[in-house]
């Protein structure tokens, strides 16, 4: 007999400690929402470009915005244990912020379906804020990526849930 509450079990091993893809087919469909946010800080110059859109490859957050929708709805290739799922909406926007040297960027993933879409919204963040790094990267090599985490989620047997101290 125990007493107190239990640590969370790891989902992804099984009892003999092998990675283990969840079986989800028992879980109730509900609408899973999820938001990821990240930021990519460069130089002034390479803000005003991408603000300016004035960057040699072109329309860099056109780009990232499609390459960040392209690598949620490619997660599962990308992160082992991830179902594949049939998101119903990806939306990825960006936030130039000038004064505090980043563009913010945030994704929005949902679906109707049996487990979460937290790994889809931070896979699009993730590849958006790179994608940003690629086209920008022969004005400013040492821009920097931080701060990828997920806000918020929704649905499933947790409900809701907001990430503390945004």
Same mark, same amino acid.
């Given at each position: 007999m125990s007493i107190g509450?239990?640590?969370? @079990?790891? &989902?992804?091993? #099984?009892? $003999?400690? $092998?990675?283990?893809?969840? #079986?989800? $087919? #028992? @879980?109730q469909v509900t609408k899973r929402v999820a938001?990821?946010?990240g930021f990519i800080y460069m130089s002034d110059e390479t803000i005003r470009q991408v603000l300016?859109?004035?960057?040699?490859?072109? #329309?860099?957050? &056109?780009?990232?915005r499609v390459?960040?929708?392209?690598?949620?709805? @490619?997660?599962a290739d990308l992160v082992?244990?991830?179902?594949?799922?049939?998101? &119903? @909406?990806?939306?990825?926007d960006f936030y130039i912020?000038?004064?505090?040297?980043?563009?913010?960027?945030?994704?929005?993933?949902?679906? +109707?379906?049996? +487990?979460?879409?937290?790994?889809?919204?931070l896979t699009a963040v993730s590849v958006a804020t790179l994608t940003l790094f690629d086209m920008c990267k022969a004005v400013d090599p040492f821009m920097r990526i931080e701060g990828i985490k997920v806000l918020h989620k929704e649905g499933g047997k947790s409900g809701n849930k907001y990430q503390q101290g945004k």
């Open positions: 509450p239990q640590p969370a @079990k790891l &989902s992804h091993v #099984d009892q $003999s400690g $092998s990675a283990n893809m969840v #079986d989800v $087919s #028992d @879980k938001i990821a946010e300016d859109n004035k960057n040699a490859k072109g #329309d860099v957050i &056109s780009v990232a390459a960040g929708i392209q690598g949620a709805k @490619k997660c082992p244990l991830c179902h594949p799922l049939a998101l &119903s @909406k990806v939306n990825v912020q000038p004064e505090q040297g980043r563009v913010r960027v945030e994704a929005l993933c949902r679906l +109707t379906g049996q +487990t979460g879409v937290e790994m889809e919204a």
